[in-house]
């Protein structure tokens, strides 16, 4: 009888155990290339988690006492960009502006593109590795008969797994760099799956916004030490609430709660993602405001 009531216990552990291992050994490789879109790759250090490759360079007395940021709209600037949709593109880069400003909002006050700062910001996407998107939709669609069933995660099918690199600097006001991270890393089988192209570069394009806002923020390497816990303004901003200060608005709202749904569901990013403020539109003009929002 005793060994009757460890088995259920014992059974998942073996597949959490599965699912960890799964998730270390089946993940789309991106090499960590310099593709000369930073003003300077010296003094960068190898650095990165046990999923993510990273260089990276910081200055921590400039960056420490800088008090405000602007971020450059990131530019994507990936060998065969034909092969991904210019909109869909957009949402990846954008999400990355979304994220850095709402990082960085932590410590630092953000103005708008056009007005001076202490630190301006400017990422670069520089490969994006496509989705195999007939694989994304039958690990959804497995995932989700199996999900039913078993009342853990099912890892998705580890073919067709996308990844996304990225390079991105601070520069100062005297025009030098402050800070610099060369950044890839690919999906792994416990990515959630979207059915596009750009899906996996999409989801990750979150994580390299954090970390890079995290080193702005603190001043050091954001891989060493133990993780942060969000901030208040973050997870509200996160869930499509309106952002710290008036300028992050030019990137729009995060998908929130409607965004993990249609991610979960496999669904598209544009699906949820309604891209920057004014995509949409002719109205096409950044706000020129930096006062903090009201509620």
């Given amino acids: 009888m005793e060994f ?3 088995r259920p216990g014992t059974r998942l552990r073996t597949i959490l155990c599965l699912m960890l291992t799964l998730s270390l050994s089946s993940c789309a490789n991106l090499p960590l290339q310099q593709r000369g879109t930073l003003g300077s790759y010296a003094g960068m250090a190898p650095s990165g988690g046990t999923l993510t490759k990273a260089r990276l360079r910081v200055d921590p007395p400039p960056v420490l006492a800088a008090k405000t940021v602007r971020i450059v709209p990131t530019s994507a600037n990936v060998g065969g960009t034909s092969a991904f949709n210019p909109k869909d593109l957009a949402l990846v880069t954008n999400a990355i502006d979304r994220t850095l400003c709402t990082g960085l ?7 708008a593109s056009d007005q001076p700062a202490d630190l301006t910001v400017h990422a670069t ?3 994006i590795v496509a989705t195999n998107r007939t694989a994304a939709a039958t690990s959804t669609v ?3 008969g199996a999900s039913v069933a078993l009342p853990v995660p099912i890892p998705r099918i580890p073919l067709g797994l996308g990844g996304l690199s990225v390079e991105a600097e601070a520069i100062g006001q005297d025009g ?11 999906a792994n089988v416990l990515t959630t799956p979207r059915y596009s192209n750009v899906g996996d570069a ?6 390299f916004g954090t970390d890079f806002s995290r080193m702005l923020v603190k001043g050091k390497d954001p891989f060493k030490g133990m993780p942060a816990m969000p901030s208040m303004q973050s997870v509200r901003a996160s869930l499509g609430g309106a952002p710290k200060y008036v300028a992050c608005k030019a990137f ?3 998908p929130g709660i409607t965004g993990a749904v249609a991610g979960q ?3 598209p990013p544009a699906w949820s993602d309604k891209g920057a403020a004014g995509a949409n539109n002719n109205n096409n003009k950044p706000i020129h405001r930096d006062a903090v929002v009201t509620q």
Avoid: C, E, P
């Fill in 4 to 6: 009757a009531f460890q």
């Fill in 105 to 111: 909002s932590d410590r630092f006050r953000i103005v």
């Fill in 125 to 127: 996407v520089t490969d």
């Fill in 142 to 144: 497995t995932s989700l």
């Fill in 176 to 186: 030098s760099q402050k800070a610099a991270m060369l950044w890839s890393r690919g």
């Fill in 202 to 207: 999409y989801s990750l394009s979150s994580a």
């Fill in 252 to 254: 729009g709202s995060a």
């Fill in 265 to 267: 569901l496999g669904l």
